[in-house]
Structure formats: structure tokens, C-alpha cells
């Protein structure tokens, strides 16, 4: 896990300062809207438990690449153990499930994100709305959602990159597998421990969609457990910037961190 720890500990902090930030603006949306945090309305309830359903899947995809990373130096030690075939073919299947997974968890993230934002900035009967709909909203001049200061910003965001993660997921759900390559390495020089590496790539496809700057392995292509960190790093870091730019620029900015 020692390779992982620190592109992992940037994860976690991009990861806490969303976190905060969801918070940060719901508090505000509350105090703006009903001028109590202690009260309890049919909107602060909404609003709440859409809060926490953010937080969960966020929480959820944080898990998804600790153990994506974990999972991945275990099958190394057994490789380097035993070396079995059926080991190998095994730890690329669980690595890969991982993935899959990973993929499925983000953009339920960014439907759940979408689901909080328009909840108070469209109206609370959008509370199911999803990404989707909500970029398309940003794009539709007929739209009154399309003049927001954000729209912009979402609908490019949804072009360059959430868009092509969504299609990626859409082929995984609906018409094949699309695994990333795979290898195992046996290396090292005289006077050295033996290097023992099962390597695996995020795949290709979806690698050259989004232009990821991961580190490569020859052969094989983008690292697949950095890739993933990558692709979920670049993801909430901008879901966070557009949450303070939301907080900054559509409530009274009365709560504010300690």
C-alpha cells in the first residue's frame, strides 16, 4: 500500500474539503430559507436527506479506491508467494469489479450532487432530477436554469468529462465488459530482492476520453489504481470548487467554517 498512500492522502483531503463544502452550503440554504437551523420543515427535511445521500456516495467512492489499492497489493504479496495462474486471473477479476464499481459510484455521486443543487435552485420538485437533466437544463436557452451564473460551468464540465465517464458506464450496464490490460513481472538485478508486479491499466477507451496524466507502465498502459484515484480526485475537486462558487454567489454566506 506504501505506492498508494500518498495519491490516497490527496484523495482523502480533496475528499474532506467536498465534504465540508455540501455542509457548509446547506447550512446557509437553511439559514437563508427558513432562518432557523433548529426548525424542522418539509424543506429542511429534503434538504437534509439529500445532504446525506451526497455524503454517503461520497464517502462510498472513497472506499471503492482504498480498496481497489489494498486488494491489489494483497494479490501482489500472494503473487510474489505462490505465483499461481488461478491467483493472476483472480486478482484481475476482483480489480476490475472494483473499477466497474468505482465508475458506477461517481456518477450516482454527480446525480445525487445534481439532485441537491436543484432542489433549491430550481425548485424541491426536482429533488430526482439526476446529472442529465440537469445538464441539459444548463444548455437549454428555453431553460430559465440556463441563465444561472453556474450553468455554464456545468454544461461544459458535463461535455468534457462527465459525459464521457456516463457513456463508459452506459457500456459497462448495458452491452459488454471493458477491461483494462493486464500483466505480471518477474525483475530485478544481482544483489537485489526479486520485483514481483501483477500490473493492470484503466481501460484504454476510457483513458484517452479523459486525458488522464497517471503514471504508465509499458506494455500495458495508464496504472489502474492511480488512474482511478486520478479520475476521482479531478471529479470532486471540481464538484467542490462549483460548491463554493454556489455558496458564494446564491446565499447570504451567513455560516461560515470556524
Same mark, same amino acid.
Given at each position: 500500500?506504501?505506492?498508494?498512500?500518498?495519491?490516497?492522502?490527496?484523495?482523502?483531503?480533496?475528499?474532506?474539503?467536498?465534504?465540508?463544502?455540501?455542509?457548509?452550503?446547506?447550512?446557509?440554504?437553511?439559514?437563508?430559507?427558513?432562518?432557523?437551523?433548529?426548525?424542522?420543515?418539509?424543506?429542511?427535511?429534503? !434538504?437534509?436527506?439529500?445532504?446525506?445521500?451526497?455524503?454517503?456516495?461520497?464517502?462510498?467512492?472513497?472506499?471503492?479506491?482504498?480498496?481497489?489499492?489494498?486488494?491489489?497489493?494483497?494479490?501482489?504479496?500472494?503473487?510474489?508467494?505462490?505465483?499461481?495462474?488461478?491467483?493472476?486471473? +483472480?486478482?484481475?477479476?476482483?480489480?476490475?469489479?472494483?473499477?466497474?464499481?468505482?465508475?458506477?459510484?461517481?456518477?450516482?455521486? +454527480?446525480?445525487?450532487?445534481?439532485?441537491?443543487?436543484?432542489?433549491?435552485?430550481?425548485?424541491?420538485?426536482?429533488?430526482?432530477?439526476?446529472?442529465?437533466?440537469?445538464?441539459?437544463?444548463?444548455?437549454?436557452?428555453?431553460?430559465?436554469?440556463?441563465?444561472?451564473?453556474?450553468?455554464?460551468? !456545468?454544461?461544459?464540465?458535463?461535455?468534457?468529462?462527465?459525459?464521457?465517464?456516463?457513456?463508459?458506464?452506459?457500456?459497462? !450496464?448495458?452491452?459488454?465488459?471493458?477491461?483494462?490490460?493486464?500483466?505480471?513481472? !518477474?525483475?530485478?538485478?544481482?544483489?537485489?530482492?526479486?520485483?514481483?508486479?501483477?500490473?493492470?491499466?484503466?481501460?484504454?477507451?476510457?483513458?484517452?476520453?479523459?486525458?488522464?496524466?497517471?503514471?504508465?507502465?509499458?506494455?500495458?498502459?495508464?496504472?489502474?489504481?492511480?488512474?482511478?484515484?486520478?479520475?476521482?480526485?479531478?471529479?470532486?475537486?471540481?464538484?467542490?470548487?462549483?460548491?463554493?462558487?454556489?455558496?458564494?454567489?446564491?446565499?447570504?454566506?451567513?455560516?461560515?467554517?470556524?
Amino acid at each position: 500500500m506504501k505506492k498508494y498512500e500518498q495519491a490516497l492522502n490527496k484523495y482523502r483531503s480533496s475528499s474532506e474539503e467536498l465534504n465540508t463544502q455540501v455542509i457548509e452550503l446547506v447550512l446557509n440554504v437553511v439559514v437563508d430559507k427558513i432562518g432557523n437551523l433548529a426548525s424542522e420543515t418539509h424543506f429542511t427535511k429534503g !434538504i437534509d436527506q439529500l445532504r446525506k445521500s451526497v455524503l454517503y456516495r461520497l464517502s462510498s467512492l472513497g472506499w471503492h479506491l482504498q480498496n481497489l489499492c489494498r486488494q491489489h497489493d494483497q494479490f501482489e504479496q500472494a503473487f510474489r508467494a505462490h505465483q499461481p495462474d488461478s491467483i493472476i486471473m +483472480y486478482g484481475k477479476n476482483i480489480q476490475f469489479f472494483i473499477f466497474d464499481d468505482f465508475v458506477f459510484n461517481l456518477i450516482s455521486l +454527480y446525480d445525487y450532487y445534481a439532485n441537491l443543487i436543484a432542489y433549491f435552485l430550481i425548485g424541491e420538485n426536482k429533488k430526482k432530477i439526476g446529472w442529465q437533466s440537469l445538464a441539459k437544463a444548463a444548455r437549454d436557452k428555453k431553460n430559465r436554469f440556463s441563465t444561472s451564473s453556474v450553468a455554464g460551468d !456545468i454544461a461544459t464540465h458535463d461535455n468534457y468529462w462527465v459525459k464521457k465517464i456516463g457513456d463508459f458506464r452506459a457500456e459497462l !450496464i448495458h452491452y459488454n465488459l471493458n477491461m483494462g490490460n493486464d500483466q505480471q513481472r !518477474i525483475s530485478g538485478r544481482r544483489g537485489e530482492d526479486v520485483k514481483f508486479e501483477l500490473l493492470y491499466s484503466v481501460p484504454e477507451k476510457l483513458a484517452k476520453k479523459l486525458d488522464l496524466q497517471a503514471p504508465v507502465h509499458k506494455g500495458v498502459g495508464i496504472d489502474l489504481q492511480l488512474g482511478a484515484i486520478e479520475i476521482g480526485e479531478r471529479s470532486i475537486n471540481w464538484l467542490a470548487s462549483l460548491t463554493d462558487r454556489i455558496r458564494s454567489k446564491f446565499t447570504k454566506n451567513r455560516m461560515q467554517r470556524v
